[in-house]
C-alpha cells in the first residue's frame, strides 16, 4: 500500500486523526504536545499516526494536505489545520461546533476549562 493510500485509509475511517511527532500518550514536539492535549483533555476519541515512525508517512501526509507542518488534524476525514489553527478554534469555540456538527464526542465542560484558563 502506497503512504498516499494509507493516509487516505487512516483519514476516512477515524472521525478524528492526528498526525503527530510521536503518540498522544507519548508526544515529541511541543506543537504536537498542544494538540493531543487538548484533544486529550476534551475527552476526544482521536487515532494517532507517528508521522517519526515512517518517513513516507511524515513527508506523504504533507503531499497530502499540501500543509508543510506537523501536526495536522482531520476530522471526518476533512483536513482541519495544524497546532495554531487548532489551539484558535479550541479558544474560540468552533472546535466545539465542529465536533458537534460531525457527531465527534468531546467534553464540553473540559473545553469550557481551557476557555477559562486561557481568557
Known sequence: MTA????????T???VVLFMKGTKSMPQCGFSSRVAGVLNFMGVDFA??????????????????DWPTIPQL?????FIGGCDIVTE???????DAL???N?????????????EANA
Open 4 to 11: 498516499e493510500n494509507q493516509i487516505k485509509e487512516t483519514v
Open 13 to 15: 475511517s477515524n472521525d
Open 48 to 65: 494517532d499516526v507517528n508521522v517519526l515512525a515512517d518517513d513516507e508517512i511524515r513527508q506523504g501526509i504533507k503531499d497530502y494536505s
Open 74 to 78: 482531520y476530522v471526518k476525514g476533512e
Open 89 to 95: 478554534m479550541t479558544l474560540s469555540g468552533e472546535l
Open 99 to 101: 465536533f458537534e456538527t
Open 103 to 115: 457527531g465527534v464526542a468531546f467534553d464540553k465542560e473540559a473545553a469550557d476549562k481551557i476557555r
